[in-house]
């Protein structure tokens, strides 16, 4: 069971407050998933979800109107096979109660929709989180937090995802809108932005879960980047060494150490002895101690020795 079907179950069996709540939350729900359908002369109110607990919430949604309520079951072939829960609403004088009361018809023609909502639906904290989550509920999504942070309700209407997304912001989020094909897409990325959402809706588990999730994840990750500091670190002084090493390996086939200085000739030996170990490690050697800065520079005094031996010119190598 995916992290988002996860939520839903959760949503769904949140108990609402009060009329206002369920008013809300169903007028997100008939926006995002909702089907207005003409039979015999009348209208009906379709529903289709993939999530039994989500069909069962709205099956008792509509109830609370009318007892002219069905439920059927259809598979989805183009779904891997999964089961589509129908829910119908087929009392067409209770349909146009369900309809003016969220907001979403306001004349009887039924054609005259309305997808932006006004705020004398969302009277409150608790209605304006009633209605995300139930827009939520009828076509939205998150990814699983262990893969990607990637929050988003589709919808297929600009002037509704711009609403829903003001107010998704209203809570001091950062919801933004892209189109996908012919579709709207209200989306979060940001970790804590999602764990925020979660909490609006009502998903207190799922915020456990997703922050465990999280804190497991950033500290792989952090684990991960010092690991690959540490390598990057140790082949940086290795190939430096290997390349310090071919330097006094030239000197001494040629001209031989001795001609060295005594302070390069003390590092040339030591950096034969201990071929990886740090500049600072070399200087903690030597007595007195010298510092990673001055072994550095000795080392460059090395570096351009041989490559005035390889015949490379620098005007500024010296001795």
Do not use: W
Request: proline fraction near 1%.
């Amino acid at each position: 069971m995916s992290f988002s079907t996860d939520v839903k179950n959760e949503l769904a069996r949140i108990q609402v407050g009060d009329d206002i709540e369920l008013i809300a939350e169903l007028a997100g729900l008939v926006r995002m998933c909702g089907t207005i359908v003409f039979n015999s002369g009348d209208i009906q109110l379709h529903f289709v979800t993939e999530n039994a607990s989500i069909a069962r919430r709205i099956f008792t949604f509509l109830k609370s109107y009318s007892a002219d309520v069905e439920a059927s079951i259809s598979r989805n072939l183009q779904l891997k096979k999964r089961s589509n829960y129908n829910i119908m609403l087929l009392d067409g004088p209770a349909v146009r109660e369900v309809l003016f009361d969220t907001d979403f018809m306001t004349s009887e023609n039924v054609f005259d929709r309305k997808y932006e909502i006004d705020d004398k639906i969302l009277r409150g904290n608790g209605a304006r989180r009633a209605y995300i989550r139930g827009s939520f509920l009828g076509a939205g999504s998150i990814s699983n937090p262990d893969k990607a942070y990637h929050a988003e309700l589709v919808t297929n209407g600009y002037d509704h995802a711009v609403n829903l997304s003001d107010i998704i912001n209203s809570f001091a989020l950062n919801s933004k809108i892209v189109q996908r094909k012919d579709n709207y897409v209200v989306y979060i990325k940001e970790a804590e932005q999602i764990s925020d959402l979660l909490a609006i809706m009502g998903a207190n588990k799922a915020i456990f879960e997703f922050e465990n999730i999280r804190v497991v994840k950033d500290v792989r990750n952090n684990i991960n980047r010092i690991v690959n500091c540490e390598t990057a670190n140790i082949n940086k002084t290795i190939n430096a060494a290997l390349s310090q090493l071919d330097d006094i390996k030239l000197i001494e086939d040629t001209i031989g150490l001795e001609q060295l200085p005594e302070n390069l000739q003390e590092i040339a030996v030591l950096r034969k002895e201990h071929s990886v170990a740090s500049l600072k490690e070399l200087g903690d050697m030597l007595d007195p101690k010298v510092s990673k800065s001055g072994i550095n520079h000795r080392l460059k005094k090395i570096n351009k020795i041989a490559d005035k031996l390889r015949g490379v010119n620098d005007e500024r190598s010296n001795c």
